[in-house]
């Protein structure tokens, strides 16, 4: 079946330093790939995606690039501000409809 | 707010009571997912629909859970005879047509059985 395995949190991070979440997939065929973000008190919603391997998705100065060989779509953004503050969750679909969604990272951004 | 609506946004419940929990999609949309998560798990996919169908509900428990979207009003997910492993927050996403992945989520609600 399809999974996703991210990044344990809690992360704390200082503003403006570099933030890495980790995403590693198992799915069948060629999935698409997604982080979707829960900012506090918010429904998730779309950061990024992206649907086939080496293509790279970038929004709000985050970026994520699908890494067939490795399996992996793990997040990044060169400096975090105190308004990134949320819960990522990495996620994927695949042949269907159902997104499969990782545990999701806590990250918290300090002034 | 045009978004996706749910409420409540927080429902306590004593076992063996039942909880209603509804979600109205984003404005146009006719395709409604629910997504359970429980602590420290990801996301996971109980039931699609469409108005007043039930395409897929497959990640649903087989008993005491029931899902619909009737034709005027939102979408209601019902679980009965409430137990302590059903809580957890249940959130509705909606889209347009039939999901490549891009949902809009609401903000979910989240049972508590007491």
């Known amino acids: 079946g399809n999974s996703v395995t991210q990044m344990e949190g809690p992360v704390t991070l200082s503003e403006e330093a570099f933030l890495t979440i980790n995403c590693t997939y198992t799915?069948?065929?060629?999935?698409?790939l997604f982080w979707y973000v829960q900012y506090p008190g918010e429904g998730l919603q779309l950061l990024l995606k992206a649907t086939k391997a080496d293509d790279k998705g970038s929004n709000k100065g985050f970026e994520a690039t699908y890494r067939k060989e490795t399996t992996s779509f793990h997040l990044e953004k060169g400096s975090v501000q105190v308004s990134d503050s949320a819960v990522y969750f990495c996620?994927?679909?695949?042949?269907?409809?159902?997104?499969?969604f990782g545990a999701g990272t806590t990250v918290t951004v300090r002034a | 707010n045009a978004g996706v609506m749910q409420n409540p946004r927080h429902l306590v419940r004593r076992r063996g009571q039942e909880a209603r929990l509804r979600c109205s999609p984003m404005k146009g949309h006719s395709h409604v997912y629910w997504y359970r998560q429980l602590p420290e798990e990801g996301l996971k996919f109980m039931v699609y629909l469409q108005k007043e169908n039930i395409i897929d509900e497959s990640g649903m428990p087989k008993e005491r859970f029931s899902a619909e979207f009737p034709k005027e009003g939102p979408s209601i997910l019902r679980i009965q005879q409430v137990v302590r492993g059903d809580s957890a927050a249940y959130f509705c996403a909606s889209s347009g047509a039939r999901s490549t992945g891009e949902l809009f989520f609401g903000e979910g609600s989240r049972l508590t059985v007491l």
């Open positions: 996620a994927l679909i695949a042949n269907d409809y159902k997104l499969s």
């Open positions: 799915a069948t065929g060629y999935p698409s």
